[in-house]
């Protein structure tokens, strides 16, 4: 069985860009959930899509969004890129229900540079 | 802000040695709980989780983890470990809402053979 899928792999962007990431979910899992680990600051959560429609957010600017697609793929969208965003995506995916009812199952990471 | 903390950044230990990664949460009732493991170069990876029931749990590989209620703890435990088991170890603990996991800031587990 496949696992979760991130695109791409390395992405280097500079400051003021937008940078696009992607994730395909295990098949048959619906929810899918972002986090950023940046160096010395474990992962934090940052959004959660359940059946298209976002259940929960983090802590983080509004620059930072993404969707749900009807095949449960999911994209993150981070605008107007600043040198702290520099940090490794994690992608999760879990069956419907939730991370206090599912075990969360996470991808490989998109490394995302700002120079 | 609900949070989680793990004691150890780096710990370092000799082949055959008992590992304790402690463990702790900062808020009552009921609770989920996770120990993940991310190897050299690999994905983020579920060593074992609590939902409920028996609180000595179980994992991957040797590791067992064991919820104590009262101390708002979870730590992770192996009697002996292996060269093989130098990874970053991360606690995480669902929010009291549902609707987040809350990571620690994780642990270095560095082996010598």
């Known amino acids: 069985e496949a696992g979760v899928t991130q695109s791409p792999t390395h992405l280097i962007k500079t400051r003021g860009q937008q940078a696009t990431l992607r994730c395909s979910p295990i098949?048959?899992?619906?929810?899918v959930y972002w986090y950023q680990q940046a160096l010395g600051l474990g992962l934090q959560f940052l959004l959660w899509?359940?059946?298209?429609?976002?259940?929960n957010r983090g802590n983080f600017p509004p620059r930072f969004s993404g969707r749900q697609f009807p095949n449960y793929s999911s994209e993150l969208n981070v605008n107007a890129l600043e040198l702290e965003d520099s940090a490794l995506y994690l992608c999760?995916?879990?069956?419907?229900?939730?991370?206090?009812?599912?075990?969360?199952?996470f991808g490989p990471g998109t490394r995302l540079t700002v120079l | 802000a609900q949070s989680v903390s793990q004691h150890n950044h780096h710990v370092i230990l000799s082949e055959a040695a008992s590992l304790e990664l402690g463990c702790n949460y900062s808020y009552g009732g009921t609770v989920n709980l996770f120990w993940y493991v991310q190897y050299p170069g690999q994905h983020l990876q579920l060593l074992l989780k609590?939902?409920?029931?028996?609180?000595l749990v179980k994992g991957i590989k040797g590791f067992e983890a064991e919820f104590i209620k009262s101390k708002f703890s979870f730590n992770l435990r192996k009697p002996s470990v292996q060269w093989s088991d130098t990874a970053e170890y991360f606690c995480a603990v669902v929010n009291q809402a549902g609707t987040a996991l809350i990571f620690g800031k994780g642990t270095t587990l560095s082996v010598s053979s």
């Open positions: 098949s048959g899992h619906t929810s």
């Open positions: 999760a995916s879990s069956a419907s229900g939730g991370p206090s009812t599912d075990t969360q199952y």
């Open positions: 609590y939902f409920s029931g028996d609180p």
């Open positions: 899509y359940d059946e298209g429609e976002e259940r």
